[in-house]
């Protein structure tokens, strides 16, 4: 449940039902985060230094980051701070930052280690890509273009469109930013479905019916190289999204897919239109991390300009987790993974023969 501190100024959720407005604290706008400090957590001297302690803890003990457990990793005085982070995350508006993480005199593997510990307080991490990856690595690989479906958005530094990832909570620790550009946009996906139903009522219910979603060449056992979901969910009367701009677009590359509808194009332009009258923009610092529940936010980001030089380039570690006990998810996800039984949360990306690393460099 959420701290009273964040109860008092948040909306109570209520049961949620298709094409009617949802009430869910989840709900705001661009301007609500701007006058509110109620989902940044900054770290203290203190809490710093219990950092620091438990990465030395692991470095003694040579365990190796996926094998790092929460037994490992105390972090008695900073935990509070962490649990009320994670209540504001789950319960309250959908995101969280935490600040302060010394990744200036960290090596990488001690940032990693760092990071890893913080967010098991949040949640299981899950794979994020064909290759296993538990820790993954945002940056420049392949430049700014996103022809090749082989490529993964967060290889280039192309601007991302609004999505939500396929996980409970995505978080990205800023090790490096960009020379220029590279700013984080995000929405709460409550306040976007809520203004589209006001408008458009008959677009709403356009978006509360499967698409047809790209899997982007990551394609599990037995499954085809897509899947359906509806954008908006519905489930146990709580809202959630499901949203991939982009995959949903580059799905129409498959021939035997049907075309899509001209209410279906103008459902996702009013989308982005939205999306845009009502993000926040966040601009990363080295030694942020910044938390999102993707099931009632979506995220996109700006171009940049990189450094020429590859140790100055933009570098944001990444991790997917999983959240059991998170809020109830409809049917359709279980097509979405490999194994899924009614229940449990977003298990990441699964293909054939996969072993689960992480990577210590981008790859």
């Not at 700013?183 to 219910?205: M, Q, W």
């Not at 394609?219 to 899947?227: C, H, S, T, V």
């Not at 995220?299 to 997917?320: A, F, N, S, V």
């Amino acid at each position: 449940m959420l701290k009273d501190s964040v109860r008092d100024v948040l909306p109570a959720r209520l049961p949620a039902e298709p094409l009617k407005p949802v009430v869910d604290p989840a709900e705001w706008t661009g301007a609500d985060l701007a006058a509110s400090d109620d989902w940044k957590f900054v770290l203290t001297a203190d809490e710093i230094a219990e950092l620091d302690d438990a990465v030395a803890g692991v470095e003694a003990r040579g365990l190796q980051i996926k094998d790092i457990a929460l037994a490992d990793f105390p972090l008695p005085t900073l935990d509070p701070k962490l649990a009320r982070l994670k209540d504001q995350l789950m319960e309250g508006r959908g995101l969280g930052v935490l600040r302060g993480v010394p990744v200036d005199r960290y090596t990488i593997e001690q940032s990693a280690i760092a990071y890893w510990g913080i967010g098991l307080r949040v949640g299981t991490p899950v794979s994020q890509n064909r290759n296993g990856h538990l820790l993954g690595h945002v940056y420049d690989l392949v430049g700014p273009s996103r022809e090749n479906p082989a490529y993964r958005a967060y290889h280039t530094s192309a601007d991302l469109g609004y999505h939500s990832d396929s996980c409970d909570v995505v978080a990205l620790l800023c090790l490096r930013k960009a020379k220029t550009g590279g700013l984080s946009k995000i929405v709460s996906t409550v306040a976007v479905y809520n203004e589209i139903l006001r408008r458009r009522p008959d677009l709403a219910a356009e978006l509360i019916k499967p698409w047809y979603i790209d899997r982007r060449e990551e394609i599990p056992p037995g499954k085809e190289p897509w899947f359906q979901m509806p954008v908006f969910c519905f489930a146990k009367g709580y809202f959630s999204t499901n949203w991939h701009n982009f995959y949903v677009r580059s799905a129409q590359r498959f021939a035997e897919l049907p075309r899509f509808t001209e209410a279906q194009i103008e459902a996702l332009e009013l989308l982005d239109v939205v999306a845009e009258e009502l993000r926040c923009d966040m601009a990363f610092e080295p030694g942020d991390i910044q938390f999102l529940h993707n099931h009632v936010t979506a995220h996109g980001r700006t171009i940049y300009q990189d450094w020429p030089e590859p140790e100055r380039k933009r570098h944001l570690l990444r991790l997917w987790l999983a959240t059991p006990g998170g809020r109830p998810l409809v049917d359709d996800i279980l097509e979405r993974y490999v194994g899924l039984k009614p229940g449990q949360r977003p298990a990441g990306i699964v293909v054939e023969g996969m072993a689960l690393t992480t990577p210590l460099e981008p790859e």
